[in-house]
């Protein structure tokens, strides 16, 4: 099973940014799918998750501007982000629980990361 992320780049303050991040290989389902990020010299931290069944939550500092969709058919998530900032800034890492076979329970897998940045 493999992460792909993409759609990074770099963009001015109020700009809007589009990520994807398709899920391949031995899929069998897939529970939560989400986004991460990291800024330099700081933790990772969650930005948006959205669940199977279509209920999302967001970090509070990205409510009202991100908005996190998935497309089960196609095994990807994406990641609309409008009205950036500069404390957008950072790597974003697509996530998801999946699980290959029904000999096996579900596991997080990650993409490779996809830099944003957002300039002021």
């Known amino acids: 099973v493999q992460l792909q992320a993409s759609g990074g780049g770099l963009v001015q303050a109020g700009g809007s940014l589009r990520l994807s991040c398709a899920a391949s290989?031995?899929?069998?389902?897939?529970?939560?799918m989400a986004w991460y990020r990291q800024a330099l010299g700081k933790q990772r931290e969650l930005v948006a998750v959205a669940a199977s069944g279509g209920s999302t939550n967001y970090a509070d500092s990205v409510k009202g501007r991100f908005t996190i969709s998935r497309d089960n058919a196609k095994n990807m998530v994406y990641l609309q982000m409008n009205g950036l900032k500069p404390e957008d800034t950072g790597v974003y890492y697509c996530n998801a629980d999946i699980r290959s076979s029904m000999m096996f329970g579900f596991r997080p897998y990650w993409g490779q990361g996809t830099q944003v940045t957002v300039s002021s």
């Open positions: 290989g031995r899929i069998f389902s897939i529970n939560d």
